[in-house]
Protein backbone atom coordinates (compact mmCIF):
# COMPACT_ATOMS: atom_id res chain seq x y z
CA UNK A 1 0.00 0.00 0.00
CA UNK A 2 1.54 3.44 -1.06
CA UNK A 3 1.75 5.87 1.82
CA UNK A 4 -0.20 8.91 2.61
CA UNK A 5 1.39 12.10 0.71
CA UNK A 6 3.26 14.95 2.61
CA UNK A 7 2.37 18.34 1.83
CA UNK A 8 5.06 21.15 2.27
CA UNK A 9 3.92 24.51 2.10
CA UNK A 10 6.41 27.06 1.20
CA UNK A 11 7.18 29.79 -1.23
CA UNK A 12 11.13 29.57 -1.89
CA UNK A 13 11.14 26.81 -4.41
CA UNK A 14 14.98 26.13 -3.06
CA UNK A 15 13.11 24.95 0.20
CA UNK A 16 10.78 23.03 -1.87
CA UNK A 17 13.52 21.54 -3.10
CA UNK A 18 15.39 20.75 -0.27
CA UNK A 19 12.24 19.66 1.97
CA UNK A 20 11.19 17.13 -1.05
CA UNK A 21 14.80 15.51 -1.24
CA UNK A 22 14.58 15.06 2.20
CA UNK A 23 11.72 13.35 2.76
CA UNK A 24 12.09 11.06 -0.65
CA UNK A 25 15.55 10.18 1.36
CA UNK A 26 13.71 8.87 4.17
CA UNK A 27 11.43 6.90 2.31
CA UNK A 28 11.61 7.06 -1.53
CA UNK A 29 7.35 6.13 -1.74
CA UNK A 30 6.38 8.60 0.13
CA UNK A 31 4.39 11.33 -2.45
CA UNK A 32 5.43 14.72 -2.08
CA UNK A 33 2.48 17.30 -2.68
CA UNK A 34 3.64 21.31 -3.23
CA UNK A 35 1.95 24.74 -2.64
CA UNK A 36 3.76 27.79 -2.67
CA UNK A 37 1.31 29.92 -0.40
CA UNK A 38 -1.43 29.27 2.31
CA UNK A 39 -4.21 30.16 0.08
CA UNK A 40 -2.88 27.79 -2.45
CA UNK A 41 -2.42 24.87 0.12
CA UNK A 42 -6.06 25.79 1.01
CA UNK A 43 -7.13 24.79 -2.41
CA UNK A 44 -4.80 21.60 -2.86
CA UNK A 45 -6.68 20.43 0.36
CA UNK A 46 -9.74 21.28 -0.36
CA UNK A 47 -9.89 18.97 -3.34
CA UNK A 48 -7.69 16.34 -2.10
CA UNK A 49 -9.37 12.86 -2.20
CA UNK A 50 -7.16 11.77 0.81
CA UNK A 51 -5.66 14.18 3.25
CA UNK A 52 -1.62 13.67 3.44
CA UNK A 53 -0.49 12.81 6.51
CA UNK A 54 1.91 15.52 8.04
CA UNK A 55 1.75 19.24 6.75
CA UNK A 56 5.06 20.82 6.32
CA UNK A 57 4.11 24.44 7.03
CA UNK A 58 6.33 27.70 6.44
CA UNK A 59 5.34 30.92 8.34
CA UNK A 60 6.87 33.86 6.43
CA UNK A 61 5.26 33.42 3.21
CA UNK A 62 3.45 36.23 0.49
CA UNK A 63 -0.44 36.21 -0.21
CA UNK A 64 -1.02 34.36 2.82
CA UNK A 65 1.42 33.14 5.45
CA UNK A 66 1.80 30.24 7.61
CA UNK A 67 -0.37 32.23 10.46
CA UNK A 68 -2.79 32.95 8.41
CA UNK A 69 -3.02 29.43 7.24
CA UNK A 70 -3.58 27.59 10.55
CA UNK A 71 -6.53 29.97 11.25
CA UNK A 72 -8.26 29.38 7.44
CA UNK A 73 -7.42 25.53 8.21
CA UNK A 74 -9.03 25.20 11.53
CA UNK A 75 -12.38 27.02 10.56
CA UNK A 76 -12.65 24.92 7.49
CA UNK A 77 -14.05 21.63 7.07
CA UNK A 78 -11.11 20.11 5.44
CA UNK A 79 -9.95 16.63 7.67
CA UNK A 80 -7.36 17.43 10.00
CA UNK A 81 -3.99 16.29 10.12
CA UNK A 82 -0.94 16.83 11.72
CA UNK A 83 1.25 20.18 10.99
CA UNK A 84 4.66 20.11 11.42
CA UNK A 85 5.76 24.25 11.50
CA UNK A 86 9.32 24.69 9.13
CA UNK A 87 10.66 28.25 9.52
CA UNK A 88 13.76 29.69 9.89
CA UNK A 89 11.82 32.21 12.47
CA UNK A 90 13.83 32.15 16.10
CA UNK A 91 10.56 34.65 17.38
CA UNK A 92 9.07 33.09 20.18
CA UNK A 93 6.12 35.16 19.50
CA UNK A 94 6.02 33.40 16.31
CA UNK A 95 6.48 29.62 18.10
CA UNK A 96 3.75 30.68 20.60
CA UNK A 97 1.21 32.06 18.15
CA UNK A 98 1.38 28.38 16.04
CA UNK A 99 1.56 25.98 19.30
CA UNK A 100 -1.77 27.67 19.89
CA UNK A 101 -3.51 24.87 17.27
CA UNK A 102 -3.94 22.19 18.23
CA UNK A 103 -2.87 20.32 15.04
CA UNK A 104 0.26 21.98 15.20
CA UNK A 105 2.67 18.89 16.34
CA UNK A 106 6.05 20.08 16.25
CA UNK A 107 7.95 23.56 15.85
CA UNK A 108 10.80 23.10 13.42
CA UNK A 109 13.41 25.74 13.07
CA UNK A 110 15.01 25.18 9.90
CA UNK A 111 17.80 23.37 8.41
CA UNK A 112 15.56 20.32 8.23
CA UNK A 113 16.81 17.38 9.36
CA UNK A 114 15.92 13.14 8.73
CA UNK A 115 15.25 13.06 12.20
CA UNK A 116 12.34 15.40 12.21
CA UNK A 117 10.57 13.22 9.92
CA UNK A 118 11.19 10.34 11.84
CA UNK A 119 9.46 11.85 14.84
CA UNK A 120 6.58 12.88 12.87
CA UNK A 121 5.81 9.71 11.03
CA UNK A 122 6.49 7.23 13.69
CA UNK A 123 4.26 9.25 16.17
CA UNK B 1 1.45 155.37 57.21
CA UNK B 2 4.42 154.81 58.63
CA UNK B 3 5.74 151.01 59.38
CA UNK B 4 7.89 151.05 63.06
CA UNK B 5 11.48 150.19 61.46
CA UNK B 6 12.19 148.08 64.20
CA UNK B 7 8.74 145.69 64.31
CA UNK B 8 9.37 146.10 60.35
CA UNK B 9 12.90 144.89 60.41
CA UNK B 10 11.96 141.93 63.27
CA UNK B 11 9.42 140.49 61.02
CA UNK B 12 11.37 140.43 58.14
CA UNK B 13 13.73 138.52 59.82
CA UNK B 14 11.72 136.29 61.17
CA UNK B 15 10.55 135.35 57.52
CA UNK B 16 13.95 135.27 56.17
CA UNK B 17 14.60 132.70 59.25
CA UNK B 18 10.91 130.87 57.55
CA UNK B 19 12.61 131.16 54.70
CA UNK B 20 16.24 129.59 55.49
CA UNK B 21 14.80 126.78 57.36
CA UNK B 22 11.66 125.52 55.19
CA UNK B 23 12.81 121.89 53.76
CA UNK B 24 10.80 123.67 50.43
CA UNK B 25 12.60 125.64 48.19
CA UNK B 26 10.99 128.81 47.94
CA UNK B 27 12.13 131.21 44.53
CA UNK B 28 10.19 134.34 43.70
CA UNK B 29 10.10 136.01 40.53
CA UNK B 30 9.02 139.38 38.85
CA UNK B 31 6.62 139.66 36.13
CA UNK B 32 8.65 139.34 33.71
CA UNK B 33 9.98 135.98 34.85
CA UNK B 34 13.41 137.12 36.67
CA UNK B 35 14.34 135.63 39.85
CA UNK B 36 14.48 138.12 43.18
CA UNK B 37 14.98 135.90 45.64
CA UNK B 38 16.10 131.82 46.14
CA UNK B 39 16.32 130.00 49.43
CA UNK B 40 18.92 127.98 51.00
CA UNK B 41 16.58 124.53 50.13
CA UNK B 42 16.19 125.81 46.40
CA UNK B 43 20.07 126.14 46.58
CA UNK B 44 20.05 122.66 47.73
CA UNK B 45 17.73 121.52 45.11
CA UNK B 46 19.41 123.13 42.19
CA UNK B 47 22.46 123.27 42.98
CA UNK B 48 23.06 126.73 42.27
CA UNK B 49 23.85 130.06 44.56
CA UNK B 50 21.57 132.28 44.90
CA UNK B 51 24.10 135.23 43.42
CA UNK B 52 24.14 132.91 40.00
CA UNK B 53 20.37 133.15 39.54
CA UNK B 54 19.10 136.19 41.44
CA UNK B 55 18.07 138.84 38.43
CA UNK B 56 18.00 135.46 35.84
CA UNK B 57 15.11 134.06 33.92
CA UNK B 58 13.73 131.23 35.86
CA UNK B 59 13.29 129.70 32.83
CA UNK B 60 17.07 128.42 33.01
CA UNK B 61 15.62 125.77 35.76
CA UNK B 62 13.70 124.66 33.60
CA UNK B 63 14.45 121.65 30.75
CA UNK B 64 12.48 121.62 27.35
CA UNK B 65 9.94 122.17 26.45
CA UNK B 66 9.07 124.55 29.36
CA UNK B 67 12.37 126.55 28.88
CA UNK B 68 11.23 127.66 26.03
CA UNK B 69 7.89 128.16 26.58
CA UNK B 70 8.05 130.00 29.76
CA UNK B 71 7.77 133.30 28.85
CA UNK B 72 4.91 132.71 26.66
CA UNK B 73 3.04 131.36 29.58
CA UNK B 74 3.93 134.42 31.42
CA UNK B 75 3.07 136.81 28.67
CA UNK B 76 -0.45 134.77 28.11
CA UNK B 77 -1.09 134.92 31.77
CA UNK B 78 -1.00 138.79 31.67
CA UNK B 79 -2.84 139.51 28.57
CA UNK B 80 -5.61 136.67 28.92
CA UNK B 81 -5.88 135.64 32.61
CA UNK B 82 -6.12 132.63 32.01
CA UNK B 83 -4.17 130.51 34.89
CA UNK B 84 -2.56 127.41 33.79
CA UNK B 85 -0.34 126.18 36.70
CA UNK B 86 -0.96 129.48 39.43
CA UNK B 87 -2.63 128.54 42.45
CA UNK B 88 -2.31 125.23 42.05
CA UNK B 89 0.24 122.61 42.59
CA UNK B 90 1.50 120.09 40.01
CA UNK B 91 4.29 117.64 39.09
CA UNK B 92 6.66 119.62 36.45
CA UNK B 93 10.66 118.56 36.02
CA UNK B 94 13.22 120.76 36.31
CA UNK B 95 16.79 121.43 35.80
CA UNK B 96 19.39 121.07 38.20
CA UNK B 97 22.65 123.20 37.27
CA UNK B 98 24.86 119.82 36.27
CA UNK B 99 21.81 119.79 33.96
CA UNK B 100 20.14 116.51 35.53
CA UNK B 101 16.50 116.83 35.25
CA UNK B 102 14.21 115.90 38.00
CA UNK B 103 10.99 115.63 39.10
CA UNK B 104 9.24 118.51 40.94
CA UNK B 105 6.19 119.43 42.60
CA UNK B 106 5.25 123.32 41.98
CA UNK B 107 3.08 125.34 43.98
CA UNK B 108 3.14 128.95 42.15
CA UNK B 109 1.25 131.87 43.91
CA UNK B 110 0.86 134.95 42.64
CA UNK B 111 1.45 138.15 44.97
CA UNK B 112 1.51 141.92 44.74
CA UNK B 113 4.18 144.10 46.44
CA UNK B 114 4.08 147.42 46.02
CA UNK B 115 2.02 147.36 43.42
CA UNK B 116 4.31 145.41 41.50
CA UNK B 117 2.83 141.24 40.57
CA UNK B 118 5.07 139.08 41.71
CA UNK B 119 4.85 135.01 42.10
CA UNK B 120 6.14 132.93 44.73
CA UNK B 121 7.09 129.34 43.50
CA UNK B 122 7.54 126.40 46.04
CA UNK B 123 9.16 123.28 45.24
CA UNK B 124 9.45 120.25 46.41
CA UNK B 125 12.01 117.63 44.78
CA UNK B 126 9.73 114.42 44.67
CA UNK B 127 12.58 112.10 42.27
CA UNK B 128 12.42 109.80 45.25
CA UNK B 129 8.77 109.35 45.17
CA UNK B 130 8.46 109.21 41.29
CA UNK B 131 11.45 106.62 40.75
CA UNK B 132 9.72 104.78 43.49
CA UNK B 133 6.44 105.11 41.29
CA UNK B 134 8.52 104.15 37.79
CA UNK B 135 9.57 101.06 39.89
CA UNK B 136 6.88 99.74 40.62
CA UNK B 137 5.29 100.65 37.17
CA UNK B 138 8.33 99.45 35.75
CA UNK B 139 8.12 95.74 37.72
CA UNK B 140 4.84 95.79 36.39
CA UNK B 141 5.55 96.27 32.48
CA UNK B 142 8.24 93.90 33.52
CA UNK B 143 6.24 91.03 34.71
CA UNK B 144 3.40 92.18 32.22
CA UNK B 145 5.47 91.79 29.68
CA UNK B 146 7.15 88.32 31.11
CA UNK B 147 3.68 86.79 31.26
CA UNK B 148 2.47 87.82 27.82
CA UNK B 149 6.07 86.62 26.21
CA UNK B 150 6.39 83.09 28.13
CA UNK B 151 6.11 80.33 25.61
CA UNK B 152 3.54 78.64 28.19
CA UNK B 153 -0.10 79.85 29.09
CA UNK B 154 -0.92 81.09 32.28
CA UNK B 155 -4.36 81.55 33.64
CA UNK B 156 -5.77 82.26 36.55
CA UNK B 157 -9.14 81.46 37.93
CA UNK B 158 -10.64 82.18 41.06
CA UNK B 159 -12.72 79.86 43.46
CA UNK B 160 -15.78 79.60 41.18
CA UNK B 161 -13.78 78.62 38.31
CA UNK B 162 -13.70 82.11 36.74
CA UNK B 163 -10.94 83.16 34.50
CA UNK B 164 -9.16 85.72 35.89
CA UNK B 165 -5.64 86.09 34.15
CA UNK B 166 -5.30 84.72 30.01
CA UNK B 167 -2.09 85.30 28.73
CA UNK B 168 -0.90 85.47 24.86
CA UNK B 169 0.31 82.07 24.80
CA UNK B 170 -2.80 80.92 26.09
CA UNK B 171 -4.85 83.15 23.68
CA UNK B 172 -2.37 81.09 21.00
CA UNK B 173 -2.47 77.36 22.90
CA UNK B 174 -6.48 77.86 23.21
CA UNK B 175 -7.34 79.99 19.85
CA UNK B 176 -9.51 82.49 22.27
CA UNK B 177 -8.59 86.00 22.74
CA UNK B 178 -8.26 87.13 26.68
CA UNK B 179 -11.77 88.87 26.34
CA UNK B 180 -13.97 86.60 25.10
CA UNK B 181 -12.76 84.00 27.92
CA UNK B 182 -12.12 86.33 31.02
CA UNK B 183 -15.30 85.78 33.38
CA UNK B 184 -15.94 82.89 32.02
CA UNK B 185 -15.54 79.52 33.57
CA UNK B 186 -12.53 77.71 32.87
CA UNK B 187 -13.83 74.31 31.80
CA UNK B 188 -15.11 75.73 28.22
CA UNK B 189 -11.49 75.34 27.53
CA UNK B 190 -11.65 71.30 28.51
CA UNK B 191 -12.78 68.65 26.75
CA UNK B 192 -15.04 66.24 28.48
CA UNK B 193 -15.47 64.49 31.48
CA UNK B 194 -13.06 67.38 32.69
CA UNK B 195 -15.27 69.69 31.22
CA UNK B 196 -18.26 67.88 32.93
CA UNK B 197 -16.30 67.37 36.01
CA UNK B 198 -14.54 70.57 36.73
CA UNK B 199 -17.06 72.18 39.13
CA UNK B 200 -17.24 69.16 41.09
CA UNK B 201 -13.45 68.63 41.21
CA UNK B 202 -13.32 72.85 43.10
CA UNK B 203 -15.89 72.28 45.40
CA UNK B 204 -14.38 68.63 46.25
CA UNK B 205 -11.63 70.50 46.91
CA UNK B 206 -13.25 73.13 49.05
CA UNK B 207 -15.14 70.66 50.97
CA UNK B 208 -12.59 68.47 51.34
CA UNK B 209 -8.83 69.59 50.76
CA UNK B 210 -7.99 67.06 48.66
CA UNK B 211 -6.05 67.81 46.04
CA UNK B 212 -6.13 65.98 42.92
CA UNK B 213 -3.79 68.23 40.80
CA UNK B 214 -3.03 71.11 42.72
CA UNK B 215 0.45 71.61 43.41
CA UNK B 216 1.24 68.43 40.95
CA UNK B 217 1.80 68.87 37.37
CA UNK B 218 -0.14 66.26 34.88
CA UNK B 219 -0.86 65.65 31.09
CA UNK B 220 -4.62 66.23 30.58
CA UNK B 221 -6.80 67.51 27.13
CA UNK B 222 -7.48 70.82 26.39
CA UNK B 223 -10.10 71.95 23.84
CA UNK B 224 -9.22 74.88 21.40
CA UNK B 225 -11.67 77.24 20.26
CA UNK B 226 -12.65 75.58 17.19
CA UNK B 227 -13.05 72.15 19.19
CA UNK B 228 -9.76 70.69 17.88
CA UNK B 229 -8.93 68.71 21.02
CA UNK B 230 -4.57 68.50 22.04
CA UNK B 231 -2.30 67.23 24.82
CA UNK B 232 -1.61 69.38 27.51
CA UNK B 233 1.08 69.84 30.52
CA UNK B 234 -0.76 71.09 33.48
CA UNK B 235 0.29 72.36 36.83
CA UNK B 236 -1.83 74.07 38.89
CA UNK B 237 -0.53 75.99 42.47
CA UNK B 238 -2.68 78.10 45.27
CA UNK B 239 -2.32 81.21 45.63
CA UNK B 240 -3.35 83.81 48.33
CA UNK B 241 -4.16 87.44 47.24
CA UNK B 242 -5.66 90.04 49.51
CA UNK B 243 -7.26 87.35 51.26
CA UNK B 244 -8.30 85.99 48.17
CA UNK B 245 -7.84 82.12 47.22
CA UNK B 246 -6.60 82.19 43.65
CA UNK B 247 -5.60 79.08 41.41
CA UNK B 248 -3.13 79.63 38.96
CA UNK B 249 -2.09 77.25 36.20
CA UNK B 250 0.27 76.82 33.54
CA UNK B 251 -0.24 75.11 30.34
CA UNK B 252 1.74 74.03 27.94
CA UNK B 253 0.60 72.68 24.80
CA UNK B 254 2.21 68.98 24.21
CA UNK B 255 1.23 68.24 20.58
CA UNK B 256 4.67 68.27 18.91
CA UNK B 257 6.18 66.22 21.74
CA UNK B 258 3.39 64.25 21.47
CA UNK B 259 3.40 63.43 17.75
CA UNK B 260 7.55 63.67 17.81
CA UNK B 261 7.34 60.87 20.24
CA UNK B 262 4.67 58.97 18.07
CA UNK B 263 7.35 59.51 15.49
CA UNK B 264 9.61 57.75 17.53
CA UNK B 265 7.42 54.92 18.58
CA UNK B 266 6.96 53.97 14.87
CA UNK B 267 10.85 54.13 14.23
CA UNK B 268 11.20 51.97 17.02
CA UNK B 269 8.79 49.16 15.86
CA UNK B 270 10.06 49.75 11.91
CA UNK B 271 13.53 49.05 13.18
CA UNK B 272 12.36 46.24 15.35
CA UNK B 273 10.38 44.74 12.78
CA UNK B 274 13.48 45.36 10.35
CA UNK B 275 16.27 43.27 12.35
CA UNK B 276 13.92 40.92 12.86
CA UNK B 277 12.87 40.55 9.45
CA UNK B 278 16.49 41.02 8.20
CA UNK B 279 18.01 38.10 10.59
CA UNK B 280 15.27 35.77 9.23
CA UNK B 281 15.87 36.68 5.76
CA UNK B 282 19.42 36.81 5.89
CA UNK B 283 19.76 33.42 7.77
CA UNK B 284 17.02 31.50 5.30
CA UNK B 285 19.22 31.77 2.23
CA UNK B 286 22.07 30.58 4.14
CA UNK B 287 20.39 27.96 5.82
CA UNK B 288 19.60 26.35 2.50
CA UNK B 289 22.82 26.63 0.96
CA UNK B 290 24.90 24.73 3.69
CA UNK B 291 22.20 22.19 2.94
CA UNK B 292 22.11 22.33 -0.71
CA UNK B 293 25.92 21.69 -0.22
CA UNK B 294 24.98 18.29 1.81
CA UNK B 295 23.16 17.28 -0.91
CA UNK B 296 25.51 17.98 -3.79
CA UNK B 297 28.28 16.20 -1.90
CA UNK B 298 25.58 13.20 -1.23
CA UNK B 299 24.49 13.08 -5.03
CA UNK B 300 28.47 13.06 -6.47
CA UNK B 301 29.13 10.12 -3.72
CA UNK B 302 26.40 8.15 -5.75
CA UNK B 303 27.19 9.21 -8.59
CA UNK B 304 24.17 10.99 -9.45
CA UNK B 305 25.97 14.12 -11.32
CA UNK B 306 22.39 15.57 -12.37
CA UNK B 307 21.51 16.08 -9.27
CA UNK B 308 24.59 17.57 -8.19
CA UNK B 309 24.35 20.32 -10.86
CA UNK B 310 21.03 20.95 -10.02
CA UNK B 311 21.57 21.34 -6.58
CA UNK B 312 24.52 23.60 -7.08
CA UNK B 313 22.71 25.95 -9.74
CA UNK B 314 19.79 26.18 -6.29
CA UNK B 315 23.29 27.08 -4.21
CA UNK B 316 23.90 30.07 -7.05
CA UNK B 317 20.54 31.24 -6.90
CA UNK B 318 19.86 31.23 -3.25
CA UNK B 319 23.49 33.15 -2.69
CA UNK B 320 22.52 35.52 -5.17
CA UNK B 321 19.33 36.30 -3.52
CA UNK B 322 20.93 36.72 -0.57
CA UNK B 323 23.41 39.44 -2.27
CA UNK B 324 20.27 40.95 -3.59
CA UNK B 325 19.26 41.48 -0.32
CA UNK B 326 22.18 43.06 1.68
CA UNK B 327 22.41 45.14 -1.64
CA UNK B 328 19.20 46.38 -0.58
CA UNK B 329 20.01 47.11 3.04
CA UNK B 330 22.98 48.97 2.09
CA UNK B 331 20.55 51.33 -0.26
CA UNK B 332 18.16 51.96 2.43
CA UNK B 333 20.25 52.82 4.60
CA UNK B 334 22.32 54.76 2.44
CA UNK B 335 18.62 56.01 1.29
CA UNK B 336 18.39 56.80 5.05
CA UNK B 337 21.95 59.10 5.44
CA UNK B 338 22.13 60.56 2.48
CA UNK B 339 21.93 64.40 2.11
CA UNK B 340 22.00 65.26 -1.42
CA UNK B 341 22.10 68.57 -3.05
CA UNK B 342 19.01 69.88 -5.53
CA UNK B 343 19.97 69.45 -9.16
CA UNK B 344 18.16 69.80 -12.52
CA UNK B 345 16.38 66.80 -13.63
CA UNK B 346 16.39 65.74 -17.05
CA UNK B 347 13.79 63.13 -16.46
CA UNK B 348 13.30 61.89 -20.05
CA UNK B 349 16.77 60.85 -20.04
CA UNK B 350 16.88 59.35 -16.22
CA UNK B 351 13.49 57.04 -17.54
CA UNK B 352 15.38 56.20 -20.41
CA UNK B 353 18.51 55.39 -18.62
CA UNK B 354 16.35 53.33 -16.04
CA UNK B 355 15.38 51.19 -19.13
CA UNK B 356 18.62 50.50 -20.55
CA UNK B 357 19.62 48.87 -17.40
CA UNK B 358 16.45 47.21 -17.15
CA UNK B 359 17.60 45.79 -20.24
CA UNK B 360 19.26 41.90 -19.12
CA UNK B 361 16.22 41.18 -16.96
CA UNK B 362 13.78 37.92 -17.83
CA UNK B 363 11.36 38.59 -20.53
CA UNK B 364 12.41 42.40 -20.77
CA UNK B 365 11.97 42.05 -24.56
CA UNK B 366 8.32 40.76 -24.59
CA UNK B 367 6.74 44.27 -22.99
CA UNK B 368 5.88 46.38 -25.35
CA UNK B 369 6.67 49.48 -23.43
CA UNK B 370 5.30 52.85 -24.51
CA UNK B 371 6.89 56.26 -23.69
CA UNK B 372 4.91 60.09 -23.63
CA UNK B 373 6.78 62.41 -22.60
CA UNK B 374 4.71 65.87 -21.90
CA UNK B 375 6.59 67.20 -18.88
CA UNK B 376 8.67 70.00 -20.58
CA UNK B 377 9.22 71.89 -17.36
CA UNK B 378 11.99 72.47 -15.24
CA UNK B 379 12.57 70.22 -12.33
CA UNK B 380 14.73 70.18 -9.59
CA UNK B 381 15.16 67.10 -7.16
CA UNK B 382 17.75 64.87 -5.55
CA UNK B 383 19.20 62.74 -8.48
CA UNK B 384 19.58 59.65 -6.76
CA UNK B 385 16.16 59.44 -4.87
CA UNK B 386 14.97 59.99 -7.97
CA UNK B 387 16.37 57.14 -10.12
CA UNK B 388 16.06 55.13 -7.10
CA UNK B 389 11.83 55.74 -7.39
CA UNK B 390 12.04 55.15 -11.00
CA UNK B 391 13.68 52.12 -10.95
CA UNK B 392 11.64 50.19 -8.96
CA UNK B 393 8.64 51.12 -10.18
CA UNK B 394 10.13 50.41 -13.62
CA UNK B 395 11.69 46.97 -12.46
CA UNK B 396 8.57 46.30 -10.46
CA UNK B 397 6.80 46.52 -13.84
CA UNK B 398 9.44 44.08 -15.96
CA UNK B 399 9.65 41.51 -12.76
CA UNK B 400 5.74 41.05 -12.24
CA UNK B 401 4.25 40.59 -15.47
CA UNK B 402 2.08 38.76 -16.55
CA UNK B 403 3.43 36.04 -18.93
CA UNK B 404 0.17 34.19 -19.51
CA UNK B 405 -0.70 37.73 -21.24
CA UNK B 406 0.08 38.17 -25.02
CA UNK B 407 0.14 41.72 -24.79
CA UNK B 408 2.55 42.45 -21.87
CA UNK B 409 2.96 46.26 -21.73
CA UNK B 410 4.29 49.23 -19.26
CA UNK B 411 2.65 52.41 -20.17
CA UNK B 412 4.92 55.21 -19.10
CA UNK B 413 4.14 58.96 -19.08
CA UNK B 414 5.15 62.57 -17.70
CA UNK B 415 3.23 65.58 -16.89
CA UNK B 416 2.49 68.37 -15.98
CA UNK B 417 -0.70 68.45 -13.06
CA UNK B 418 -1.58 71.49 -10.99
CA UNK B 419 1.77 72.45 -10.98
CA UNK B 420 3.31 68.71 -10.12
CA UNK B 421 5.46 66.92 -12.21
CA UNK B 422 3.31 63.42 -12.20
CA UNK B 423 4.84 60.34 -13.75
CA UNK B 424 2.38 57.82 -14.14
CA UNK B 425 3.54 54.16 -14.89
CA UNK B 426 0.88 51.33 -15.54
CA UNK B 427 1.04 47.90 -16.76
CA UNK B 428 -0.85 44.87 -17.04
CA UNK B 429 0.88 42.53 -14.99
CA UNK B 430 0.11 40.45 -12.00
CA UNK B 431 -0.99 43.52 -9.89
CA UNK B 432 -1.18 43.35 -6.62
CA UNK B 433 -4.05 41.36 -4.14
CA UNK B 434 -6.71 43.72 -3.70
CA UNK B 435 -6.70 42.95 0.69
CA UNK B 436 -3.08 43.62 0.56
CA UNK B 437 -3.08 46.91 -0.81
CA UNK B 438 -3.27 48.58 2.39
CA UNK B 439 0.25 47.11 3.44
CA UNK B 440 2.13 48.52 0.01
CA UNK B 441 4.55 50.85 1.21
CA UNK B 442 5.29 48.58 4.06
CA UNK B 443 8.37 46.73 5.17
CA UNK B 444 9.30 43.44 3.83
CA UNK B 445 5.94 42.52 2.00
CA UNK B 446 5.91 40.58 -0.82
CA UNK B 447 2.77 40.11 -2.93
CA UNK B 448 3.42 36.81 -5.58
CA UNK B 449 5.52 33.73 -4.20
CA UNK B 450 7.36 32.20 -6.95
CA UNK B 451 7.62 35.18 -9.13
CA UNK B 452 11.09 36.21 -9.08
CA UNK B 453 12.54 37.02 -5.92
CA UNK B 454 12.53 40.31 -4.08
CA UNK B 455 13.73 41.52 -0.79
CA UNK B 456 10.14 42.87 -0.06
CA UNK B 457 11.94 46.29 0.83
CA UNK B 458 11.93 47.87 -3.14
CA UNK B 459 8.46 50.22 -2.77
CA UNK B 460 9.53 50.46 1.20
CA UNK B 461 12.04 51.80 0.53
CA UNK B 462 10.55 53.94 -2.89
CA UNK B 463 8.14 55.67 -0.49
CA UNK B 464 10.71 56.60 1.97
CA UNK B 465 12.03 58.33 -0.88
CA UNK B 466 9.33 60.14 -2.36
CA UNK B 467 8.35 61.84 1.32
CA UNK B 468 12.01 62.81 1.06
CA UNK B 469 11.77 64.89 -1.70
CA UNK B 470 8.55 66.14 -0.34
CA UNK B 471 6.49 64.05 -3.01
CA UNK B 472 3.69 61.92 -3.14
CA UNK B 473 2.99 58.19 -4.25
CA UNK B 474 -0.74 56.76 -5.14
CA UNK B 475 -1.57 53.68 -6.39
CA UNK B 476 -4.33 52.64 -8.24
CA UNK B 477 -6.02 49.22 -8.82
CA UNK B 478 -6.67 49.04 -12.76
CA UNK B 479 -8.22 45.19 -12.70
CA UNK B 480 -5.74 44.12 -15.11
CA UNK B 481 -2.47 45.26 -13.30
CA UNK B 482 -1.04 47.82 -11.68
CA UNK B 483 -0.66 52.05 -11.97
CA UNK B 484 1.59 54.14 -9.51
CA UNK B 485 1.43 57.70 -9.84
CA UNK B 486 3.92 59.87 -8.37
CA UNK B 487 3.44 63.27 -8.39
CA UNK B 488 6.16 66.03 -7.32
CA UNK B 489 5.58 69.68 -6.69
CA UNK B 490 7.53 72.06 -9.18
CA UNK B 491 9.20 74.68 -7.23
Known amino acids: ?123 | MSASPKSSNAHSSRLEAVLNTVIDGIITINNRGLIQSFNPSAVRIFGYSPEEVIGQNVKMLMPEPYHSGHDGYLSNYFSTGDKQIIGKGREVEAQRKDGSVFAMELGVNEMDIDGETMFVGTIRDISDRISAEQALKENQAKLQAIVDNTVDGLITIDQGGRIETFNKACETIFGYRANEVIEQNVKILMPNPYHREHDSYLSNYHNTGEKRIIGTGRQVEGRRKNGDIFPLDLSVSEVHVHGRKLYSGIVRDITDRKNAEEEIRQANAELEEFSYRTSHDLRSPLVSSIRLLDIVEESIRVDDKEKALMSSALIQKSLRQLESLVKDILTLTQAKNESEELEEINIESLIVDTLTKLKHMDNFERLNIDLSMKFDSTLWSKKNRMMLIIENLLSNAVKYQDLNKENSFINISTYLDCNNFTLKISDNGLGIPKNQQAQLFQMFKRFHPKTAFGSGLGLYMMKKSVDVLGGEIYFKDNDNGCTFIFTLPVR
Not at chain 1, 14 to 35: G, H, P, R, S, W
Open chain 1, 1 to 123: MKNSPILIIEDSEIDQYIAKYMIKKFDENIDVLQAFDGQEALEVLTILPRQPVVILLDINMPRMNGHEFLKEYTASNIEKTSIAILTSSFQQSDKDQCLKFTCVKKYITKPFEVSDLNDLLSS
